[in-house]
């Protein structure tokens, strides 16, 4: 079919024409595999019924769903109202995320800036670094923060050497604990694409607004921001994203004392519950909620190229 | 050149039936509970490869299998409970005692036990027991009686980690309350309810793998435990006591089971029959601080290991097993653990 087509550099697009479809079959092929099929055989399991201690029949069933939503009493004789519990514990994990997510970019902004405005040759080096704790497993580092923060870790023995503080601080096991392990676990997923932006960011922008008579304050939410907007909301969604179902950081620092998201889920098929149609049914309307929070993004994307 | 192909892929498989053992045996087990030089020690006597996975709970070890792992491990070391569980899900083959040369070195009280009766399926492994230890340089007082984990007196409040898993945690709250495990009472369950979630504010962390770590750090000066984990954390420097309360523990026993469909029968019993010589038993008991349910271990056994207060409980010690609820009434409990922890 392309046999007549004239070759030439600028006619590439129509060598591939009608071809182009079996070149993207190796992404297809990842994308079903790794993504259509895990995300279909969850929605399906959760609208199985459950088999006792894990495990689905093949039968129909909204019980999973209807467990999230309405609470029956203890024994399941009284009338349904709404449940709380498990939207509770979806409320904490986003309010716990969105706080990550601000913490790391009211740090993580400045970080990139700082980074982007040195002269080039140290730019890297300076990446490096940002980047360096992060060759050592997640689990290695979550840990490392309990020992640094525990009563009797260094931190506390410090401060009480040179008498800041009489006792320790009682950090561990604390809301303050997570959002730590949280910040600290995702702080290069922030300064990373917004040190790409801001990199690009042409500083005689700046320049022109100030002989414009614009003060500091005016260049930073009408010049700069804009333009480097499309990575700080890249720079969030990456920190809260994996900050909603994080369960290292809450089990391990903050004590296992109340569920997130993810060991919700986690119980449902690894602990006592054994409830697979009901681990599926939340991670679906986990998932949903990722996906409205994409799907806003994408659209306020498509507005700002549209104008 | 097909001919030598075929030579060669001939001669490459008498290679390596050459270099490799007779057979294989496929173990599936609990973290940190054999020595590795036990498994070459086998692996030598009987000329087969052994490989090994490990999970960390008998509910993780069930799903495993039921997400499709059966069939792919000869053996597995689930506890007490999860031993009859598995037998009524059809998981486990059975054997006779003729089968196993050692099987009577099992200890008298092990051979018909209830969640295996007459031992079909199953050997013992070792058992122990679950209760919680006390830093004794934080609470000086009497320790006796899980008040102090489910009451706490002032000295210990927020400064108490308790296991991870509904099953152990709410069993021993049970015990403290003297109602009947797998109650479909509601007033004894409101009652079980009401107690943990008083309870919780003055706990301050859930863990079961953490348990040894928090005390010895002294992140925890009161922790729920298993004996032999205790032992290790008194080990490490720890100044802590085990103890045995007055209201009953939880009693368990991890056996080594013979999985249905083991791809490797043979080798499966002859590691079963291994683990029953005494001398065996003992060097999973010197490196796990628990009990062996074997005959003739002792002049096997290291005596600080022997003679640990956490392993010789008082004569008179309550202590029972937890028991596998049926489905109506475990959804009673998987509510509140729920609703303790939301």
Redo the contacts between chains.
């Keep these: 079919m392309a046999a007549g087509a004239p070759m030439g550099a600028g006619n590439s697009s129509r060598i591939y024409k009608g071809s182009g479809w079996k070149l993207l079959f190796p992404s297809w092929i990842i994308i079903g595999i790794f993504l259509l099929a895990p995300v279909l055989m969850m929605g399906v399991y959760s609208f199985l019924t459950k088999e006792f201690r894990g495990g689905v029949i093949w039968q129909f069933s909204l019980d999973a769903y209807d467990q999230f939503f309405f609470d029956r009493g203890l024994f399941g004789d009284e009338p349904p109202r709404l449940e709380w519990t498990y939207i509770g514990i979806f409320w904490r994990s986003i309010w716990q995320a969105g706080l990550a997510t601000l913490a790391c970019l009211l740090i993580g902004f400045p970080t990139a800036w700082f980074i982007a405005t040195r002269d080039p040759k140290s730019r890297s080096t300076w990446l490096f670094l940002v980047t360096i704790p992060y060759w050592v497993n997640l689990l290695i580092r979550t840990v490392s923060m309990k020992f640094l923060i525990r009563d009797t870790g260094p931190l506390n023995e410090f401060l009480l050497s040179i008498g800041v503080i009489d006792a320790p601080l009682g950090l561990i096991n604390t809301n303050f604990a997570v959002q730590l392990g949280l910040f600290y676990s995702y702080l290069p997923f922030m300064v990373l694409p917004i040190y790409a932006a801001v990199e690009r960011y042409d500083f005689s922008l700046s320049e022109a607004a100030a002989d414009l008579y614009a003060g500091r304050w005016t260049i930073l939410r009408l010049v700069i921001l804009p333009v480097v907007k499309p990575g700080i909301v890249a720079g969030c969604i990456l920190v809260f994203v994996p900050s909603l179902g994080a369960f290292l950081a809450p089990d391990l620092l903050g004590g296992a004392k109340t569920f997130m998201i993810g060991s919700l889920i986690e119980e449902q098929f690894k602990g006592n519950a054994g409830n697979w149609p009901f681990g599926a049914a939340a991670s679906m309307i986990l998932l949903t909620i990722v996906m409205c929070v994409l799907l806003v993004y994408a659209r306020n994307q498509n507005k700002v190229e549209a104008r | 050149m097909k001919k030598l192909l075929a030579t060669t892929a001939l001669a490459l498989m008498s290679l390596t039936a050459g270099a490799h053992a007779e057979g294989k045996l496929s173990i599936y087990h609990w973290f940190e509970y054999i020595p590795q030089e036990l498994l070459d020690k086998f692996a030598e006597e009987y000329d087969v490869e052994v490989t090994m996975d490990t999970f960390d ?1 008998n ?2 070890l ?2 495993s299998l ?2 499709g792992k059966l069939g792919s491990y000869d053996v597995a070391v689930p506890g007490d409970y999860m031993v009859k ?1 598995m037998r009524d ?1 059809g998981m486990l083959d059975t054997f006779e005692p003729s089968e196993l040369p050692n099987f009577g070195n099992i200890e008298d009280r092990w051979v018909d036990v209830e969640f295996d009766p007459g031992r079909k399926s199953s050997i013992p492994y070792q058992w122990g027991s679950t209760s919680f230890s006390v830093n004794k340089d934080v609470y000086k007082g009497k320790l006796d009686s899980l008040s102090l984990i489910f009451e706490a007196p002032e000295e210990l409040k927020g400064k108490i ?1 308790v296991l ?4 152990e945690t709410l069993t021993l709250a049970s015990l403290y309350l003297g109602i009947p495990q797998c109650t479909s009472d ?1 007033a004894q ?2 009652e079980l ?1 009401a107690l943990v979630q008083k309870a ?1 504010p003055d ?5 079961s793998d ?1 348990a040894k770590d928090v005390l010895v ?3 925890a000066a009161a922790g729920m435990i298993w004996s032999g984990f205790s032992a290790k954390a008194r080990a490490e420097g720890a100044n802590i006591e085990y103890v045995f309360p007055k209201e009953g523990m939880i009693v368990w026993m991890d056996n080594v089971v013979l999985l249905k469909d083991a791809p490797n029968r043979e080798n499966a019993l002859k590691f079963m029959n291994f683990l029953l010589e005494p001398e065996n038993a003992a060097a999973v008991t010197n490196y796990a601080q628990y009990t062996a349910g074997v005959k003739g271990v002792s002049e096997f056994l290291e005596p600080e290991v022997a003679n640990s207060p956490e392993s010789n409980p008082p004569a008179d010690q309550k202590g029972v097993f937890v028991e596998a609820c049926p ?1 109506d009434v ?1 959804v ?8 303790l ?2």
């Design positions: 709970s509910e993780a069930l799903a039921k997400a569980i899900e980690n991870d898993t509904a099953g509601k369950l409101k309810n919780k706990w301050a962390s859930f863990g953490v750090s002294g992140d489905e475990q009673l409990y998987d509510a509140i653990w729920t609703n922890k939301k």
